[in-house]
């Protein structure tokens, strides 16, 4: 229930007007105007964002899982009339169905989701519907339709779920827990937004070249779940409320078009099979893999046994994992997934130097995955080659100037080489990156002391950390923490 608080979270960052933010509530700056622009929506999402990173335990930090998904919905969104909204999709390690937008195309998916969909064209049918929600503007449109009044329990809500967050009282939180309920169904989209969404989405699914029936398909069994739940009704269908009339809208539309069979991607089948395969304890995953293996009870050998090679990582037993893994490749399974598991089953076995050959190589192949080029840099420097690793963070930087990520490893390669200032300038740009602006001082204030940069580079540290603590006196100005 706590993951409500985003939905809230989003709502109350819409009305925080400077003299109705209680203490100790993230204040988001000039965001208290009646008209909601696009760009401060992107703020919003982007406070949002952040915390989530950083403090939400359920936050998914897979990049394979996520790449996959950014992949799949920018696509979808790609096909929008409105091609211009930018999207971030990120994963919750969650087992109940949900999906959800925030402020600036944040959409947020559950695994459950993932694992539940039985088709790619479902799981395309969900995200298709929650990117219309964004390119339709219903958020800010909703916004407008509520009182001061209502804003003011919002921010008392959000400050007592906020605390929560710490506070392992179970009684509070089950109260904490209901009051999120009920305000998610307030917050909930009108009829008309939904009908809307459904039928924008049918259109971007249609253009993606995904079986629209997906949707229909997805949303049906989501009303059954519905049912059973009763009173406990799948958090989905609080926000998105489902009706009979809904489906046989929904139905109309899709029975006008032609029945087309849409298979699903490698990547997706690989993808549901690694969010399986780390449910549960390490050797129950086996022993549910190993039966579909042996009993052939599946509709895609490289799923099932890419699934059975996760649990056998998870569970220790490399060479069993290994074995899996060469059958995946006699099978013609081709996918980075299946790569950066080979090198991870090297690595695993104290051949840093095997992971970087195997990375390197899928490096070339697949130059766009991400998940590749970090594991690259992580073999290298295992394997005592600190120079390629710190070559092969300026080479991927030129391309993805703006990914945290790679420049926290450029930082591990400079510290590897005793490079000072560079590690504490490579470090400091990966805070500033993730809006940590206090960290990336205080990693540019460490490379200023450093003894090791040359005059050049010590007047492009000066030059960075001025600029950086200006940019934190304009958001303390604003009220901004
Ligand atoms: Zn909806």
Redesign the pocket.
Known sequence: MRRNVYAILACIAVFASPAAVGDGLPDLGEIAQTEFSPQMEKRVGESIMQEIRLKEPSYLDDPEISGYLNRIGRRLASNSDESRQEFEFFVLRDKTLNAFAMPGGFIGVHTGLITAAQSESELAGVLS??I??VTQR?LARGFAKQSQLQAASWIALAVAILASRTNSDAAQGALIAGQAASAQKQLA?SRD??RE??RVGIQLLERSGFDVRGMGAFFERLQRFGRLYENNAPGYLL??PLTTERISDMENRIQMRPYKQVPDSLDFLLVRAKLRAQDGTPDDAVTDFDTLVRERKFTSEPAVRYGLAIALHRAQKYPAAEAQVAELRRLKAESPMVESLAAELRLKQNDPAGAAKVLRASAVRYPQERAISYALVEALLSSGQPQEALRATKDDLQAYSTDFRMHSLQAKAYAALGKKLQQHRAQGESYALQGLLNPAIEQFEMAQKSPDGDFYEQSQVDARLRQLKRQRDELMKQGRP
């Open positions: 519907h929650e219309s929600h219903h989209y937004f939904e969404a459904d926000t998105h």
